[in-house]
């Protein structure tokens, strides 16, 4: 790969859309409805930032229960949160190679798409790499077909101190193997291990990149929990501000605590120790 994990979204799950959004919108977020997925059976918002990258809110269909949705049925049916993480490839069948040469399975390159409520139909090109266990944890690609922009419309961009995605934290049982796979798979330097004792975790963050792993450090890690419930994959977002003191007083959050060797303000309410803001 090109050895960067700029990433390009963060798919997040939700079981009530209608709901979902309220919550991002009382943490000074405002999602845009972006229309129904091409499968039926889900529909999403957005909060596209700054810098290109954005959230993504993904839940059932009106007509679709909770829990039988074509993709992420478990976590959607259970309000997961961070879900999966998508990165954009230069090209995607160069991508797709190289994960073969690198011994991962593929899905794809396939197509995907959704329409609009502005019935601007939406196209792009989807890759998913791994077992189907570990495509939660490790990245599926994405490039459009269609402009960029009717994807991610720049009018709907963030308005605040938010700027974009500064980290995805990936929970995993072990962080070694984990490591290894992505220094084969995208030229990851070596990741550099912090303790944080708040949550009984192992922090691993792979410099120069938005990414880290975690790992629990005993079988009381709330971590441990996550995973015994869902594979391998994302646990937690950090959004970049360029002055934390600033943000503080846009957002409904706490006050800064140690994360690793960072100071993270998490939001208060039902978003929870899953997302919070630092300072680029």
Not at 108 to 130: A, C, K, N, S
Request: proline share 10%.
């Amino acid at each position: 790969m090109s050895g960067n994990l700029s990433i390009d979204h963060i798919a997040t799950a939700w079981s009530n859309h209608t709901t979902a959004v309220e919550q991002f919108t009382d943490g000074g977020l405002s999602p845009q409805f972006g229309g129904e997925h091409a499968d039926g059976t889900t529909q999403m918002s957005i909060v596209p930032f700054a810098d290109g990258s954005y959230l993504e809110l993904i839940s059932p269909t009106e007509t679709t229960q909770p829990g039988e949705t074509v993709r992420w049925p478990t976590h959607i049916g259970t309000d997961a949160g961070p879900c999966a993480w998508a990165i954009e490839p230069e090209d995607i069948v160069a991508a797709a190679k190289r994960s073969i040469d690198a011994g991962e399975p593929i899905v794809g390159p396939q197509q995907g798409g959704r329409t609009r409520p502005d019935d601007v139909m939406i196209e792009w090109d989807e890759l998913f790499v791994g077992p189907e266990s570990d495509r939660f944890a490790l990245p599926f690609f994405v490039t459009d077909r269609t402009p960029k922009s009717y994807r991610v419309p720049s009018e709907w961009a963030h308005d605040g101190p938010i700027t974009g995605i500064a980290e995805l934290g990936i929970a995993v049982s072990a962080i070694e193997p984990w490591a290894t796979r992505f220094k084969r798979l995208f030229r990851i330097p070596t990741p550099i291990e912090t303790s944080i004792e708040s949550i009984d975790a192992i922090v691993a963050s792979i410099p120069g990149e938005p990414v880290s792993f975690l790992s629990p450090k005993n079988p009381h890690s709330p971590l441990k929990t996550r995973l015994d419930r869902y594979p391998p994959g994302p646990a937690y977002c950090l959004f970049a501000v360029n002055d934390l003191s600033q943000a503080v007083d846009m957002y409904p959050v706490s006050s800064p605590t140690t994360f690793g060797n960072q100071s993270v303000c998490w939001f208060e309410g039902p978003l929870g120790k899953q997302f919070g803001i630092v300072e680029n």
